[in-house]
């Protein structure tokens, strides 16, 4: 990628999205737009406004399920590279709930922009999936060829298959086509603009809200609740609510004073990376890592040659899959290391509730990166220090 190459972030309001934004602003890239259902999406990226100001980036509301909206807008900008970030998202109980919508909408998003990419001669896009992919039962830890060996874990199914379908689509592509579309999937997620809707959003961000809410809560610190709430309403419900309708949504999501309720037993294991961590690897791969170089070092006995298409080698029989790239720290903690961890940063002195009779998930999950690392990458933030700066910038900011 050249700096003024125009990229395109599919998802640039996410977690995901709006860190790999920054990651490229940081670089020095000077045309991105961003794909952006935020109401001021300016605020996502307060340490750039030099940048916005002077056009490096700028934002498109765009509905990614729309397939006529999404050809009109790669037919009018024409994107050289393409980050495709956006997705539905949530927890276990979203994903178990929501099954329609997961299935539904991911598949939408991700057959829209990979076609569209092809169709207007992308010349690189990365897809970002989810280690959820893997077997619920996977050897661990996991690595890229366990993929499609056993069974999905039931609660998070629909999401997990569009993931492969978009994973397949790409790989499908590039050997039929000719594209050099790539695939990441990274391990759980944590950092600014984290999803902390108590129904929906993830363990980490869900145990840090929960945590910060009893911790005000057992202070009798109301005003610090209130914003809280101003901030980031739950269910509808403001600060400005009683006190009692308060207690009520607190109760419900398993916040009472002295204690804090905790889905399952705590037992399985769970691995974290930092946001921008993840973003450092995407731009990383993109702008050094190729399909081609993904498949020279998985398969070396393929001697390919630059003008031999890929279609030809699967037409000869050699069967090239699992060509996407695994995104993590190798490092696993369980969820009840988490939620002491966690609760330490934030300071809260009550109880910690292990509820067993709610779903655990899959037991463990820790992925195998040694192919992430012989490409030349490496986290650096540590889950300790990350947690530390999400929660200082979950206190301080008005992001909601």
Wanted: proline residues 4%; aromatic residues 12%; contains cysteine.
């Amino acid at each position: 990628m050249q700096k003024n190459s125009k990229i395109f972030v599919a998802g640039a309001s996410g977690l995901v999205g709006s860190a790999i934004v920054r990651k490229l602003l940081e670089r020095g890239y000077e045309n991105i737009i961003g794909s952006c259902f935020s109401k001021n999406p300016k605020s996502l990226y307060s340490d750039y406004e030099e940048q916005i100001k002077n056009g490096y980036l700028r934002f498109v509301r765009i509905d990614l399920t729309n397939q006529s909206e999404v050809k009109n807008f790669f037919q009018k900008e024409k994107p050289e590279y393409v980050f495709l970030a956006a997705a539905k998202v949530g927890g276990i109980w979203a994903n178990n709930v929501y099954r329609a919508e997961f299935i539904y909408q991911n598949l939408q998003i991700q057959n829209n922009v990979i076609h569209q990419s092809y169709l207007s001669g992308v010349k690189k896009l990365l897809f970002l999936g989810s280690t959820c992919i893997y077997p619920r039962d996977c050897p661990q830890p996991m690595k890229e060829e366990y993929l499609l060996t056993g069974e999905l874990e039931y609660t998070n199914e629909p999401y997990a298959i569009a993931k492969i379908a978009g994973m397949k689509m790409c790989e499908s592509y590039n050997l039929q086509y000719g594209t050099n579309f790539i695939s990441v999937m990274p391990t759980n997620l944590y950092g600014y603009n984290d999803n902390f809707d108590l129904e929906k959003s993830h363990v980490l961000p869900a145990l840090l809200r929960k945590m910060h809410l009893a911790k005000a809560l057992e202070e009798e610190n109301w005003e610090e609740i209130s914003q809280d709430f101003n901030r980031r309403p739950i269910e509808g419900v403001d600060g400005s609510a009683p006190k009692e309708t308060i207690l009520k949504i607190l109760e419900k999501y398993g916040i009472k004073e002295g204690q804090v309720e905790v889905w399952g037993s705590g037992m399985p294991k769970r691995e974290f990376l930092w946001s921008e961590d993840m973003a450092d690897a995407c731009v990383y791969l993109m702008e050094e890592i190729d399909f081609k170089d993904i498949v020279k070092m998985m398969y070396p006995e393929l001697n390919l040659r630059p003008d031999f298409p890929l279609i030809s080698y699967v037409i000869e029989g050699q069967k090239i899959r699992n060509t996407h790239i695994n995104i993590g720290t190798g490092e696993e903690i369980s969820i009840k290391e988490l939620a002491y961890l966690i609760k330490n940063v934030v300071g809260f002195k009550g109880e910690i509730y292990f509820n067993s009779s709610k779903p655990d998930g899959t037991p463990r999950k820790v992925t195998d990166i040694s192919k992430l690392h012989s490409l030349g990458w490496k986290h650096k933030v540590s889950l300790k220090k990350g947690i530390k700066k999400l929660y200082k910038w979950y206190v301080t900011s008005d992001v909601a």
